[in-house]
């Protein structure tokens, strides 16, 4: 059975308090800018004046994706163990992030193809050995759908029992950004050849063939429906082309806004993760902060199509959950500017506004 979620729309009797306080900080109008419209939706979300980014918590979900069997990702499979085994090291991107920036990193095995159980560091929630191909049929089945989203309660609420207050996701699982692409096609209503890149590294012909596979997955899929228009409900969608660490960090992200916790969003794959969960419950979207734009083709259409405004841009797609850390500094500082920065009364300083 599926875990029910009950989240919270801010109260937004809270807002003129809010802006009040921000008002009145020493320092011109508006001149903090972006800052000063995040630290509003982090009080909001907090519903709170004086928010707080305790113990930040990073989960790091790994899952083999059956479509990688058709050649639509540069790197092979056996990457997704080798880079899991990597981060229990500290080698990963992801790892110098984490303690760069105080994170708490836990690394799931939810779905990899390969005996990770006995790997100290990495926790073993492990639904599967990867999903089916949905080439040919449904990734997951019901029952390992319903387990993804109970193993995402659980995680987050571990979480939450540490005192978390910021939450962000990072994934790692080879051929990832296909069932990204087709979930952004299907729920952005986007045409996929425009929803498909390069992914890990693939050349023209690499994309070609991607885009010639995922069109005849989908093109199968949606030859089933018929007469059946309600299977295009999201959680149809979702369960047959995700991956279990995809389908493992939507059920985070909605469990996180249940609980008030800040979501950190990464790139494109997190973004798709994001799509998905507002999709079930759009008032989710008020807890996530997506931290940037990366470089795979899409992402951008697929933030438009959110009215999410990311806070960086710098060409990451490395995945990991690493363009999420690398903006947590500016949700800190927008977090800082309403604790610790003082008003015109206590500065002595004349409002002169």
Not at 31 to 40: F, K, T, V, Y
Not at 170 to 186: D, K, Q, R, V
Request: proline share 5%.
């Amino acid at each position: 059975m599926l875990p029910t979620f009950q989240i919270p729309l801010p109260d937004e009797s809270l807002r003129p308090l809010i802006q009040d306080k921000i008002d009145n900080l020493n320092k011109p109008k508006g001149s903090l800018g972006r800052l000063e419209s995040l630290a509003m939706q982090v009080c909001l979300a907090q519903q709170t004046l004086t928010p707080s980014l305790a113990h930040p918590c990073h989960l790091l979900l790994g899952g083999d994706h059956g479509i990688e069997r058709e050649g639509v990702s540069v790197s092979p499979r056996e990457v997704t163990w080798q880079q899991m085994v990597n981060f229990t090291k500290g080698g990963g991107g992801v790892n110098m992030f984490c303690r760069q920036h105080g994170f708490h990193l836990r690394i799931v095995d939810v779905g990899v193809d390969h005996d990770l159980s006995q790997v100290p560091g990495i926790i073993d929630r492990k639904i599967a050995l990867g999903t089916r191909n949905f080439l040919h049929s449904p990734a997951m089945t019901e029952a390992e759908y319903h387990r993804a989203f109970t193993v995402g309660v659980d995680l987050v609420d571990a979480c939450a029992a540490e005192g978390c207050r910021i939450l962000s996701i990072g994934e790692m699982g080879i051929a990832n950004t296909s069932p990204s692409s087709i979930w952004m096609s299907l729920f952005c209503h986007i045409p996929l050849a425009e929803c498909i890149g390069a992914g890990a590294g693939l050349n023209a012909q690499g994309i070609s063939h991607k885009q010639a596979i995922l069109q005849q997955a989908l093109d199968r899929f949606l030859s089933t429906l018929n007469p059946q228009p309600s299977a295009l409900n999201p959680h149809t969608l979702i369960r047959y082309f995700g991956g279990f660490e995809m389908v493992t960090a939507i059920a985070a992200m909605l469990r996180a806004a249940e609980r008030r916790m800040l979501i950190l969003v990464d790139g494109f794959i997190m973004t798709a993760c994001a799509l998905a969960a507002c999709q079930l419950h759009p008032e989710a979207q008020a807890y996530m902060i997506f931290g940037h734009c990366g470089d795979e083709s899409g992402h951008r259409r697929m933030l438009d199509f959110l009215h999410a405004e990311p806070l960086l841009s710098l060409g990451l797609r490395l995945g990991e959950g690493t363009g999420a850390l690398c903006a947590f500094p500016i949700v800190d500082s927008a977090v800082r500017m309403m604790n610790e920065m003082n008003n015109f009364d206590n500065a002595q300083i004349t409002k002169y506004f």
